[in-house]
């Protein structure tokens, strides 16, 4: 079993910045993938970037060139640094684990509001 805590969001002017971080703890287990994905109200949740095994990162359009991705595979942690937010970035922000043997892991969500 794995557990994800994520940290960080609040509440951030238009224009502003914002980091995440998520911690992944519990059996042993190894990566397929970590990242972060986001659900807006009336909305479905979406990628929003994730670290796949061997080195590959995705991010959604439309977040390229002002957020990034981290991860510290030591402590099992991804970070998401989140630079010229605007309010169509608000949105519940959810962490993501998936294990090589395809179990599939989620954070409690942390909100992130960009007042305009």
């Known amino acids: 079993q794995v557990q994800l805590v994520e940290s960080g969001g609040g509440l951030v002017q238009a224009g502003g910045s914002l980091g995440l971080s998520c911690a992944a703890s519990g059996t042993s287990f190894s990566i397929k993938s970590m990242g972060w994905y986001r659900q807006a109200p009336g909305k479905q949740r979406e990628l929003v970037a994730v670290f796949i095994s061997g080195g590959s990162i995705n991010y959604a359009d439309s977040v390229k060139g002002r957020f990034t991705i981290s991860i510290n595979n030591a402590k099992n942690t991804v970070y998401l640094q989140m630079n010229s937010l605007n309010p169509e970035d608000t949105a519940v922000y959810y962490c993501?684990?998936?294990?090589?043997?395809?179990?599939?892991?989620w954070g409690q969500g942390t909100q992130v509001t960009v007042s305009s």
């Open positions: 993501n684990l998936r294990t090589k043997i395809l179990n599939n892991y």
